[in-house]
């Protein structure tokens, strides 16, 4: 079974993430997010080439900023899923 957003919930994931969507891109990650459970996501950073190794805080500490980011929406964060270590 494939958990699924509706699309209002969707669109209120992407504005309560926008902000942090840009900085994470200023910084050379990109940040892609998908349900997990109907009500909770997997957030998903990545890094591009010449990504910003140091401006990563620890997994700990950026699933509480997502927490935090998604508490006005009908969602929360299952995991956050950081990129490797160099």
Do not use: K
Not at 33 to 48: K, N
Request: proline share 6%; hydrophobic share 50%.
């Amino acid at each position: 079974m494939t958990a699924t957003t509706d699309s209002a919930d969707s669109a209120a994931i992407d504005a309560a993430l926008a902000g942090f969507t840009e900085m994470m891109r200023t910084d050379g990650y990109l940040l892609a997010w998908e349900p997990s459970a109907p009500d909770r996501i997997v957030v998903t950073i990545s890094a591009t080439e010449g990504a910003c190794a140091d401006c990563l805080v620890p997994q700990p500490v950026m699933e509480a900023i997502m927490s935090s980011a998604l508490a006005e929406t009908a969602v929360s964060v299952d995991r956050v899923i950081l990129p490797a270590a160099h």
